[in-house]
Nanobody, 123 residues
Framework: VQLQASGGGLVQAGGSLRLSCAAS????????MGWFRRAPGKEREFVAA???????VYADSVKGRFTISRDNAKNTVYLAMDSLKTEDTAVYFC??????????????????WGQGTLVTVSS
């Protein structure tokens, strides 16, 4: 499975962006799809995940502002980001794997990773 993340860019605080992660090589409909991010000088952190059955999980820091969704027909997962804050500035990565629900926030549980797309939120 190859994952291609896109949609990053420069946005002002309070603005919105939508990231896309297109999968190729095989269908990802049976996988849990996750978004992670790495801010400058910080460790990678979990952002959101959507399981094959549609269950979604969010990090507390983005709950109510970000929405993860998937379109299995397009083999694509999205991350809609609203009310962006400067602290959301990071490289965002998508990932595919089969973690149990209790472990969807753990990066090592994902087998496939995209290359990342940079999101910069200015004040």
């Amino acid at each position: 499975v190859q994952l291609q993340a896109s949609g990053g860019g420069l946005v002002q605080a309070g603005g919105s962006l939508r990231l896309s992660c297109a999968a190729s090589g095989r269908t990802v409909r049976s996988y849990t799809m996750g978004w992670f991010r790495r801010a400058p000088g910080k460790e990678r952190e979990f952002v959101a995940a959507v399981r094959s059955v549609g269950t979604t999980v969010y990090a507390d820091s983005v709950k109510g502002r970000f929405t993860i969704s998937r379109d299995n027909a397009k083999n694509t997962v999205y991350l809609a980001m609203d009310s962006l804050k400067t602290e959301d500035t990071a490289v965002y990565f998508c990932a595919a794997g089969a973690p149990p629900l209790s472990h969807v926030s753990i990066g090592v549980m994902y087998r496939y990773w995209g290359q990342g797309t940079l999101v910069t939120v200015s004040s």
